[in-house]
């Protein structure tokens, strides 16, 4: 069956592991080691941080990022580092 495509970019920090797998090339494992992630890192900072994931290469990665956004965190006066 056609996977359903994704219309507006989904949030790293917050799509469930359905929303997840929507994403082309991501399948419920890669889904999972996505939520894997984000909740033992205390979610993701930035997009790239989704090539840490096993099986996501720097080519799906390309494929994903003009559909995945990491919101910034929200408080504006982060700490510096």
């Known amino acids: 069956k056609p996977a359903p495509s994704v ?8 799509a469930t592991a359905a929303e997840l797998e929507a994403l ?9 080691l996505i939520i ?3 909740e033992k890192n205390g979610g993701f900072k930035k997009v ?9 290469g720097e080519k799906s ?7 995945v956004v990491v919101p910034p965190p929200k408080t504006d006066k982060a700490p510096g580092y």
Do not use: C, Q, Y
């Open 24 to 32: 082309p090339g991501v399948g419920a494992a890669t889904a999972r």
């Open 7 to 14: 219309t507006t970019p989904v949030n790293l920090n917050t």
């Open 48 to 56: 790239e941080e989704l090539m840490n994931i096993k099986g996501i």
């Open 61 to 67: 990665f390309l494929k994903l990022k003009p559909l």
């Open 36 to 38: 894997e992630h984000r």
